[in-house]
């Protein structure tokens, strides 16, 4: 009985000392989580358009900016990070065969495609994200047809030399098919498109 009361005592001096350092560190808590949701939300922010505005040789958007514009707070002395690498096992295994195409076919397959970004301190890394961004993806519309040509072995057939074999074999009237304009070796068409894709109810061009 005496220990009971004991322990009664010990829970009635222990309960209002722990519900004074809750409501003394809840404050400091939840500003501290806000600052680490408004870091996550703000690093991927920058992550998400890291890749396609140094593509478009545009400035990345400045820290500040995005603070205002999307009401996420951050502690003046946090400094954001940019990294671009490829420091990864894919790229480090890719390096050999990337090399080969560029050499033969003039195909510029980067590898330092791995985007970092990191909110630190002076001293400190604070949180850091990471992205594989698809830097294979033609980036101008020329380039919808001579990439995937350069990754086709028959595009190397696709010279003078084959043209003139084709024409002496045109002539003949089996042959007409084989004609330059006929068979044309590593021809892409980036606007082929099935025919149930395509849409010609008026609905579709408004």
Same mark, same amino acid.
């Given at each position: &009985?005496?220990?009971?009361?004991?322990?009664?005592?010990?829970?009635?001096?222990?309960?209002? *000392?722990?519900?004074?350092?809750?409501?003394?560190?809840? #404050?400091?808590?939840?500003?501290?989580?806000?600052?680490? =949701?408004?870091?996550?939300?703000?690093?991927?922010?920058?992550?998400?358009?890291?890749?396609?505005?140094?593509?478009?040789?545009?400035?990345?958007?400045?820290?500040?900016?995005?603070?205002?514009?999307?009401?996420? #707070?951050?502690?003046?002395?946090?400094?954001?990070?940019?990294?671009?690498?490829?420091?990864?096992? =894919?790229?480090?295994?890719?390096?050999?065969?990337?090399?080969?195409?560029?050499?033969?076919?003039?195909?510029?397959?980067?590898?330092?495609?791995?985007?970092? *970004?990191?909110?630190?301190?002076?001293?400190?890394?604070?949180?850091?994200?990471?992205?594989?961004?698809?830097?294979?993806?033609?980036?101008?519309?020329?380039?919808?047809?001579?990439? #995937?040509?350069?990754?086709?072995?028959?595009?190397?057939?696709?010279?003078?030399? &084959?043209?003139?074999?084709?024409?002496?074999?045109?002539?003949? #009237?089996?042959?007409?098919?084989?004609?330059?304009?006929?068979?044309?070796?590593?021809?892409?068409?980036?606007?082929?498109?099935?025919?149930?894709?395509?849409?010609?109810?008026?609905?579709?061009?408004?």
């Amino acid at each position: &009985m005496k220990s009971r009361g004991q322990v009664l005592v010990e829970f009635l001096i222990a309960a209002p *000392v722990l519900a004074m350092l809750i409501l003394w560190a809840f #404050p400091y808590l939840h500003n501290e989580l806000q600052l680490k =949701f408004s870091g996550q939300q703000l690093a991927q922010l920058s992550l998400a358009q890291a890749h396609w505005r140094q593509s478009n040789n545009l400035e990345m958007l400045d820290l500040d900016f995005l603070q205002t514009e999307m009401s996420l #707070p951050l502690a003046d002395d946090k400094q954001r990070l940019f990294n671009r690498s490829a420091d990864y096992s =894919f790229a480090r295994a890719l390096a050999p065969v990337g090399l080969l195409l560029q050499n033969q076919s003039g195909l510029a397959m980067r590898s330092d495609n791995l985007w970092q *970004v990191a909110l630190s301190t002076e001293d400190t890394v604070w949180m850091s994200y990471y992205r594989l961004a698809d830097d294979w993806s033609p980036s101008h519309p020329e380039q919808l047809n001579s990439r #995937p040509q350069a990754l086709l072995g028959s595009s190397l057939l696709n010279n003078s030399l &084959m043209h003139n074999v084709q024409r002496v074999f045109g002539v003949l #009237p089996v042959a007409r098919e084989l004609r330059p304009n006929q068979l044309i070796f590593g021809y892409v068409d980036n606007h082929a498109v099935p025919e149930q894709a395509l849409c010609t109810t008026q609905e579709c061009s408004e």
